[in-house]
């Protein structure tokens, strides 16, 4: 228990800067009221980006080398003429 920080409530109210610091190092804060261990901060592990689809493989798997006939915004301008 000696390698993590601790704060008290106290620090949190009035020193959150050095507590924010802390957590960005990675460290992990016990946070204490009258000496006591009554919550546990831990930093966030970063996000991994998910992974996309590849959209211009699956258009080829799906039309090939097919030119469409009408383009997507084609239709699109036919359609809000009609009203």
């Known amino acids: ?3 993590m920080k601790s704060a008290s409530v106290r620090d949190l109210r009035y020193d959150f800067p050095k507590i924010e ?3 960005s190092q990675g460290e992990e804060i ?3 009221k009258r000496r006591k261990v009554i919550a546990r901060l831990v930093p966030e592990k970063p996000h991994a980006r998910p992974e996309l689809p590849d959209f211009l493989a699956r258009l080829h798997s799906i039309y090939g ?3 469409q006939e009408v383009s997507g915004a ?3 301008r036919e359609d809000r ?3």
């Open 1 to 3: 228990m000696y390698h």
């Open 21 to 23: 610091r802390l957590l």
């Open 30 to 32: 016990h946070i204490t």
């Open 65 to 67: 080398d097919r030119v």
């Open 74 to 76: 084609e239709l699109i």
């Open 81 to 83: 003429d009609r009203y």
